[in-house]
Every structure is written in C-alpha cells, then in structure tokens.
C-alpha cells in the first residue's frame, strides 16, 4: 500500500516540476543578452555608472571649486586642481578650477560626491562598459 502511495506522491511531485517548467516557456524573458542586444540595452536611470561633469553649449561647467566633493569621497577618487584668480565683477579673490580627475578604478559609487555638491556640477552616467588595457586610462579629467 505504501507502494502505490509513494507511486502517487512522485507522479504528483514530477507534475507539479513540469508545471513550473511549461509555465516558464510562457512567460516573457527578463534575461539580457548582452553583448548582443548592446544596441538597444537601456539601463536603469538609477544605475551609477560613471561620474561626469555636464558642459552647456559655451563649454562652462557649474562647478565652483569649493572641492566638497573631493573632501567628501571615501576612496580619494576625487583630485581637484584650483587657481585663486580675481572676479572682475566684485574685484575679489576666488577660486577657479583648473583640473578636475576622477580615477574610475577606484570610485565605489557611493554618491557622496554627487550628494554635496552645492551646484550639481556633477553627477552619474549609466555608461558601464569601462574595459581599458591600462589603469591610467581610468583617470579621467571632467572637465574642458
Ligand atoms: S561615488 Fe563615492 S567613491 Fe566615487 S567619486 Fe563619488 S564619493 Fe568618491
Ligand atoms: S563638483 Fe561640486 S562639490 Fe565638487 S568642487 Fe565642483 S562645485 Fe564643489
């Protein structure tokens, strides 16, 4: 008797396996074939892939040199280069970015930098193909 039972309880088991097996043909994939589908691939916007600093049609950026960035990255992935210079508009002495690096083979995307920036001057990118032969190719300048 406890035969047939164990026969009925396999074949319930096995019918219950192909139930999710046949159901999963039916559903839509959520699996991304990349590099194939490398095209059309969108990201999420949330997605952190690389730091940038946008430029406006003259070539400025928002970035002020007040280095809160820089003071706030965890890794020293920030480096910022500034030049005190004279406004011409007040007559008094202020800084002036002059080189602006972000070693991307160091950043954790942790968003602080983005976070304090008082003039959003920065912010992330969803590109995500970042293969290089050298490390140094990682360092980037942001701005122009
Ligand atoms: S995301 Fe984090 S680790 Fe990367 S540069 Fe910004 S503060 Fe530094
Ligand atoms: S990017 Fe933002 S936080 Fe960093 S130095 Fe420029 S203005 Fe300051």
Do not use: W
Not at 51 to 56: E, F, I, N
Not at 65 to 87: F, H, K, S, Y
Not at 91 to 100: C, E, M, P
Request: glycine share 8%; aromatic share 10%; net charge positive.
């Amino acid at each position: 008797m406890s035969y047939v039972k164990g026969l009925f309880h396999g074949t319930g088991t096995l019918l219950t396996g192909l139930k999710v097996t046949f159901k999963e043909f039916f559903t839509p994939k959520v699996t991304e074939q990349y590099p194939e589908n490398r095209a059309t691939l969108k990201m999420y916007d949330r997605y952190c892939g690389e730091l940038t600093m946008p430029h406006d049609a003259e070539g400025h950026n928002k970035c002020i040199a007040c280095g809160l960035c820089q003071t706030n990255c965890p890794n020293g992935t920030i480096r910022l280069v500034t030049e005190m210079v004279t406004d011409p508009a007040t007559g008094k002495a202020k800084k002036r970015l002059v080189r602006y690096e972000y070693d991307l083979g160091s950043c954790m995307f942790c968003h602080l930098c983005v976070n304090g920036c008082p003039t959003g001057a920065i912010r992330f990118t969803t590109k995500f193909e970042h293969a290089v032969f050298t490390r140094e190719k990682l360092v980037k300048q942001l701005n122009r």
